[in-house]
């Protein structure tokens, strides 16, 4: 965390304040992870914290510390509400912008306390009076993690916070998987370990509790893969009728992009959702290499996020958004041939 940040936020924390956490909208594990770790370690230093998640969050993340006292947004609006305006401070995690947070938008934009932006994707806003923002990062927990070391308090670090912080890494870096995961990430996995992370715990939690449904839905979602060979492309389409017919759940889709791009010779995948609820089409993109799914995302899909992981969505058809998708790929047909 760099040092100029530090004496500000010591300003902000020395004394007791009324302090609100905000996720984004459909939240993952680093987003909640990061959420529950910081007020874990706020509320041992005397704050009063209330954290507000914009919609639900998937079950599989349900077992963390600190979870059942999540407050849903979408579920308790006139409450949540009620707390961010008589909010001395609040925390953003996991985003840095807005409008990433849904219907609760105008709610924080209305907030006249200062915002604390914690963040590891690209290009921030200018909404917060301190921005932690670092785009090498592998996850915001590991931001969190240094923003506590930083205070000199990892000290402080329970199993419980220590859970919460691994969960974020273990998912946003793909099992450690992921280009992002570097020498330091790993050495504040091994020290969150140490402070009582139960890796297997936190794996078989995440990633061995399948529902059958699920693996159903993974089967529908398989036989829809569409492989471009020319554009070294896979992509994998769900309807909304495919997702009822399967009992979808929130996170049930979680990782599917994750088969097409391991196909041999793949460098782009993505996979479209349709959500008729929102009238949309929610849309990830991951990719192998030094291809932008940022730039792609940003530039056509209303999203952003990572080089290699990003997400969009259309207001388009699910037909006519995979057809603009494979429309755009004749112009970065150098870009995945390399």
């Known amino acids: 965390m760099n040092s100029d940040l530090v004496g500000p936020l010591n300003a902000f924390l ?24 910081l007020q874990r370690f706020l509320e041992k230093n005397n704050h009063t914290t209330h954290l507000i998640s914009p919609n639900d969050f998937p079950e599989f993340l349900k077992w963390m510390p600190g979870a059942d006292s999540v407050l849903n947004f979408e579920k308790n609006r006139e409450e949540a509400s009620e707390l961010i305006e008589r909010a001395e401070l609040i925390f953003t995690l996991d985003f840095n912008s807005l409008g990433r947070i849904g219907a609760m938008q105008p709610v924080l934009e209305k907030a006249t306390c200062p915002f604390i932006m914690v963040d590891h994707h ?19 927990c590991e931001m969190v993690f240094h923003l506590i070391d930083a205070l000199g308090a990892v000290d402080q670090i329970d199993g419980a916070l220590a859970s919460c912080l691994y969960t974020g890494i273990l998912t946003d870096t793909g099992s450690f998987k992921y280009s992002g995961t570097t020498p330091t990430t790993m050495r504040v996995a091994a020290e969150l370990m140490e402070h009582g992370a139960n890796h297997t ?10 529902r059958a449904e699920r693996l159903q839905l993974l089967g529908c979602a398989l036989q829809n893969l569409v492989i471009l060979k020319p554009y070294r492309t896979a992509y994998i389409t769900l309807t909304q009728n495919d997702l009822d017919q399967h009992g979808f759940q929130k996170g049930d889709t979680e990782g599917f992009v994750n088969y097409a791009l391991s196909l041999k010779d793949v460098v782009l995948a993505a996979i479209f959702i349709e959500n008729r ?29 990572h ?32």
């Not at 690209?122 to 915001?140: G, L, N, R, V």
């Not at 936190?202 to 399948?210: E, G, L």
């Not at 929102?278 to 899909?301: C, P, T, W, Y």
């Open 277 to 305: 609820d929102e009238g949309i089409i929610k849309i990830s993109l991951r990719s192998q290499g030094e291809f932008s799914v940022n730039d792609m995302a940003r530039l056509h899909f209303n999203g952003g996020g």
């Open 201 to 210: 715990e936190i794996h078989r939690h995440i990633y061995d509790t399948n």
């Open 122 to 140: 690209q290009s921030p806003d200018t909404y917060a009076a301190i921005t932690y923002s670092d785009p090498e990062m592998s996850s915001t």
């Open 307 to 338: 080089i290699n992981a990003a997400g969009g969505r259309s207001d388009e058809s699910l037909e006519a958004t995979t057809a603009r998708f494979e429309s755009l790929l004749p112009s970065y047909e150098k870009q995945l041939n390399r």
């Open 14 to 37: 020395k004394t007791g304040r009324r302090i609100v956490l905000v996720p984004h909208k459909n939240p993952d594990g680093d987003a909640i992870g990061s959420c529950l770790g």
